[in-house]
């Protein structure tokens, strides 16, 4: 089990409807850093962030402080920006 405050990767594929009608499936690279992780933990899982993503070849990268705000809705408009 991941206690609460470490980070984290997550990759996921979300269904989007786009406004021209198509449907797509993009797979995202999430990086979840709560803001009470411990800094020097955040570096290690920061500094392999990047290689991580290369490796998904994920269409979109983002990063997460605050679980409050990772929902579908966020998600959806973060990658149709």
Known sequence: MVPDSAP?????????DHND???SYPMVFL???PKS???ELN???AGTKAHF???TKAVKALD???DEVL???WLRNSLLK
Not at 8 to 16: A, G, T
Request: charged letters at 25%.
């Open 71 to 73: 929902n579908v809705e």
């Open 37 to 39: 992780v411990r800094p």
């Open 31 to 33: 990086y979840y850093a």
């Open 43 to 45: 570096m290690l899982y």
């Open 8 to 16: 984290r990767y997550i990759i996921l594929s979300i269904k989007l």
């Open 64 to 66: 997460v402080e605050d």
């Open 21 to 23: 009608g198509r449907v």
């Open 53 to 55: 993503n290369r490796t």
